[in-house]
């Protein structure tokens, strides 16, 4: 079982920034894709954003276009989502999610149903 671990979560002032790190268990070339969710009080889990292991492809949600952006560190086995240009209605609990399928197609990767590994998430509070 793959274990991945959140961490960067915090309170910042709108307009800063923050990075969350989620660590996997298993080295990344066992994985395939990472993707990041949200979820605010009395709302459903969106999409992030998503990244390919394998030569690092990226896809993203239209309202973090430009601001977020997801990286990958192989050798530490680490996953990164850098926020810029935080707004308050970034405020949520952000989680990384895995798998180690492959499957071709953007809109793949952005539904939760489709990986099979979950961090237990990190609080982004964005105050205004």
């Known amino acids: 079982q793959v274990q991945l671990v959140e961490s960067g979560g915090g309170l910042v002032q709108a307009g800063g920034s923050l990075r969350l790190s989620c660590a996997t268990s298993?080295?990344?070339?066992?994985?395939?894709?990472m993707g990041w969710f949200r979820q605010s009080p009395g709302q459903k889990r969106e999409f992030v954003g998503y990244i390919i292991f394998i030569g690092g492809g990226t896809y993203y949600e239209d309202s973090v276009k430009g601001r977020f952006t997801i990286t990958r560190d192989n050798g530490e086995n680490t996953a990164y989502l850098q926020m810029s240009s935080l707004r308050p209605e970034d405020t949520a609990v952000y989680y990384c999610?895995?798998?180690?399928?492959?499957?071709?197609?953007?809109?793949?990767?952005?539904?939760?149903?489709?990986?099979?590994?979950w961090g237990q998430g990190t609080q982004v509070t964005v105050s205004s």
């Open positions: 999610a895995a798998t180690p399928r492959a499957f071709y197609g953007s809109d793949y990767y952005a539904k939760g149903s489709n990986y099979d590994y």
């Open positions: 298993e080295h990344i070339s066992g994985l395939y894709a």
